[in-house]
């Protein structure tokens, strides 16, 4: 199961957040050590739509785990705070969430003592940099140092070395062009600017309302320039709504204008950042959505449902869901000639329903 870490400095909101993805109920602190972990279900539309077309036993959405990790401060990647349980976590993870504070509230005590979300993002970026910074040079240093360097550790030094010269000017390791070897020379190392990132700004609730903070444009122009998708919301709003019953939340939601809950947009764009599709398998026993990189082939897709699928692949019956929206059951869309017949090689669309055809 893929994992996705929020981050942040303390006091900013990640445990509400994590709470709402969640349904925990976790207690904040500003200065805990330790992380909070749970399972996130993707709310999809989809998937209501086939339960209620299948009406199944059992309705299983995506998951995805959530990890809510200590507060960072600035240093910690010299080990300041809890930098090392800070580090440890986000080296764990497939992909950040990154809270920043735009609120005001003087009961909550800024680490910094003064509300600047472009400053904030900043500290967090600069810290995971200059953790990957130390990391290539430490392993530099080792190699010359060797008694012996192996051809291997001169391929590798080289790369380093370029690594380096990147990350020196202040530019995450994501940006750096890398031929396909010389990520290969690389790939047993974990990298923390290479992750994928969102931006989820946590404003008060005057702020949500006139969609305006503090250095709203300066943090948006760099997060744009950093190829950084950015989420604003209240995440204190959409904690206190999610405790209330489903009718009072749709017209609470009405009234502030809010289209959909925190969770959904949080998890599409993370499932999007982190370069995720799904597709599902329906019957009368169960409807599911299965979680895939986009660019799998079918028979790998069946391999993620059980690996006898996989072994034993023939074909896949693939029917799109907007065939079954629009035509009302499988026996139209077949009729209509839209189911196809599909090899190994086949690449997995968002939205497709397999039926896999095997033998073991």
Known sequence: MLSCGIVGLPSVGKTTL??????????KSQFRVEANVGIAKVPDARIDFLSELYKPKKTTYAQMQVIDLPGLVRGASQGQGVGNAFLDGVRQVDALIQVVRAFSN???????????????????????????????????????????????????????????????????????????EERATLQSYTFFTDKPMLIVVNLDEEQFGNKSYPQRDALLTAAAAKGLPVIELCVQIEEEISQLDKADR????????????????VMRVAYDTLGLISFFTVGADEVKAWTIKRGTTAKKAAGEIHSDLERGFIRAEVIKYTDLVQLGSEARVKEAGKAGLEGKDYIVQDGDILHIRFNV
């Open 18 to 27: 994590f709470n709402l993805l969640t349904g925990a109920q976790v207690q």
């Open 106 to 180: 003087s009961d909550v005590v800024h680490v910094e003592e003064s509300i600047d979300p472009v400053r904030d993002m900043e500290t967090i970026n600069f810290e995971l940099l200059m953790a990957d910074l130390d990391f290539v040079d430490k392993r530099i240093t080792r190699i010359k140092q060797g008694k012996k360097i192996t051809p291997e550790q001169m391929k590798e030094l080289a790369v380093l070395e370029k690594c380096l010269a990147h990350l020196e000017q202040e530019l995450p390791f994501s940006s750096l062009d890398l031929e396909p």
């Open 250 to 265: 749709e017209l609470f939601f009405a009234e502030l204008g809010i289209s959909e809950p925190a969770i959904n947009r």
